[in-house]
């Protein structure tokens, strides 16, 4: 089957390294110990929609919230338009602790390699981007604490080492996705999935597919898989019928 066309990165025509978000009504992003923007540019006022330019490919920490001695708080950043990311590689706790950012629009994210923390605890995210994932390394705690999602796109993880907690208190999610991942691990003992689906509670099926494609990989020790699916699907009939059906270490915090 020919593959679908994948979403316009930038439908907005942004400048390279540029994003367009929304903040909360009265807040006016600034340089900070934090935060550091080659330039913010407010694009309309009634909205509080600002375009914001990092003139790298090192995003780390953009638009982190809560963090002491910053004016960006963890209610601050409400929407993320769209943004031009074409060459960047590292999106580590870009939106962390944003506790009122509810949806983020897609972007070119071919290019990053780490995208750990990137949206940890950002409890009032309703959906993930459906972003491309495929050179992705280190997924590690990637959506921990969304409460809200009920879904998530079939990433590519196949050049993932670490994908802990990663969808850790997920608790809305109804299925774990039939991820891109036969070569997860490929090659190395290396391999984190401990904790990824901890206490996504509301799961009705996924759970067998996802430990038949992680049960064979090469651990350098048992707690790099330990407690994956811990109570995983454990509200629902069918999750929990599916979680009887794979060996206590995966499931159980000993």
Known sequence: PI???PPDPNPLNLPSHTLRVK???GFTPANDREHSFDSITLVDSTENVYDLTKNSNDWHCLLIGGQMGSIFDENSLLEVLGANSTGVTNMYDMYSDQESLTSVAYSDTSSVTDMSN???????LLSLPEFDTSNVVDFASFASGCSLIQSIPAYNLNKVLDMSN???GCSSLTEIPDFDCDDIGAGTDELEV???FKGCRKVETGITRMYNKLKDKDYWDSYNYACVFLDCGVDTESGRAELAGIPN???YDY
């Open 23 to 25: 903040f909360r009504q």
């Open 118 to 124: 990137m949206f940890l605890h950002c409890y009032g």
């Open 249 to 251: 270490w995966w499931k």
């Open 166 to 168: 990663a969808f850790e």
């Open 3 to 5: 593959p679908p066309t």
């Open 194 to 196: 401990a904790y990824a």
